[in-house]
């Protein structure tokens, strides 16, 4: 069992910068692939980057590469979302979440409840 808890959103204007964070409990963090997510009101929940075991690799949706990075620490169970150069259409609640490497959201086991970032324009 894996809980999971975000941290970091807010209210930002178009071209900052925010973190998400998402601290992890339990003993099995470095087991897990992780992931976030995010969903913006009327909208499905979309893949936005998966970072795997290990660190070493990761992948993005083609909306937020070369602005958004994940990185992990598994000593101290987190996993982190570097987002430069916000706009508009970053607004959502964003989920990390804890599985299988992938991009789909059924490969996720444990999710956390959400944090919302929303970027004004």
């Known amino acids: 069992q894996v809980q999971l808890v975000e941290s970091g959103g807010g209210l930002v204007q178009a071209g900052d910068s925010l973190r998400l964070s998402c601290a992890a409990s339990?003993?099995?963090?470095?087991?897990?692939?992780m992931g976030w997510f995010r969903q913006a009101p009327g909208k499905e929940r979309e893949f936005v980057a998966a970072?795997?075991?290990?660190?070493?690799?990761?992948d993005y949706e083609d909306s937020v590469k070369g602005r958004f990075t994940i990185s992990r620490d598994n000593a101290k169970n987190t996993v982190d979302l570097q987002m430069n150069s916000l706009k508009a259409e970053d607004t959502a609640v964003y989920h990390c979440?804890?599985?299988?490497?992938?991009?789909?959201?059924?490969?996720?086991?444990?999710w956390g409840q959400g944090t919302q970032v929303t970027v004004s324009s």
């Open positions: 339990g003993r099995s963090f470095s087991t897990y692939a």
């Open positions: 970072i795997s075991r290990g660190g070493i690799g990761t």
């Open positions: 979440a804890a599985g299988r490497l992938g991009r789909r959201a059924s490969n996720y086991d444990y």
